[in-house]
């Protein structure tokens, strides 16, 4: 690239850059698109480059395979209802270890290491996600009743990403697995966040799940139940746009699904006007 195309480019994402400046982009970051290390090294440099244009940044993760490994070297088996984990008490202290240790500080560090400030946060931390009990079956699984910002937003303040596990507590102050697309959703609403970007394993809705070119860039709210309908969204991408629709709802302006294994897609979407993913808006 010459460097009149190096500046075409930065002048193509200058509005951009304008209207994000200030504002706080809230991402979930986890599961299967966080396999790659050379991808993730590269989201972490993509979301300081957001932070260093004026993007307040906070990063939401899961780590469900993590999870199910150390499950499977301690000898227990990982059963799903409904898609979310089965959640006995060890179980819950497994999820609390590696989510808030071992998934969280790694990111903390990665962040670290390509330039940026980082703090790793729990959802117990300052009672930030409060839960009570979502059912019997699920066990120690986690029904958000609400969501306290002020220690998120006092890391921004101070200049670092939150990186925040998805481990809330009871009035008791137990701990609590959570779906992290739910909980980044309410969090991207409580924080009244200008975006939602939730990063997976795939490029988003396809129309035919087998052809990429059929991606559906845009989808409004009142759209989502025909397509669910339709067979267009189904399986485990339903709990996910649940999750996009909600956020909406909630006064999130835009949300969208990217798929975490194309390099820098969330560059893409967010400061050009080519799109790497499905966006989900308002109508």
Known sequence: MTINERAEVLIQALPYIRKYNGKIVVIKYGG???????????????????????VRVVLVHGGGPEISDLLKKLGKKSEFIDGLRVTDEETADVVQMVLAGKVGKSLVSLIQT??????????????????TKLDDVHGYVGEITKINTA??????EKGYIPVISTV????????????????AARIAAELKAESFISMTDIRGILRDPKDDSTLISVVKA?????????????????P???????????GVNRVFILDGRVPHA??????????????????
């Open 240 to 250: 996910k746009v649940d999750c996009c629709i909600e956020a909406i709802r909630r």
């Open 32 to 54: 299967n698109a966080m396999i790659n290390e050379d991808l993730k090294r590269a989201v972490m440099g993509d979301l300081l480059l957001l932070q260093l244009v004026g």
């Open 266 to 283: 969330i560059l893409i979407e967010c400061l050009t006007d080519e799109g790497a993913g499905t966006m989900f808006i308002q109508g």
């Open 168 to 183: 809330g507590c009871d009035s008791a102050g137990h701990a609590y697995n959570i779906n992290a697309d739910t909980a």
């Open 114 to 131: 390509v330039g940026g400030k980082a703090i790793g946060l729990s959802g117990m931390d300052g009672r930030m996600i409060e839960v």
């Open 222 to 238: 009142s759209e989502a139940p025909e397509l669910i309908r339709e067979g267009i969204i189904s399986g485990g991408m339903i």
């Open 151 to 156: 220690p998120i937003l006092d890391v921004l």
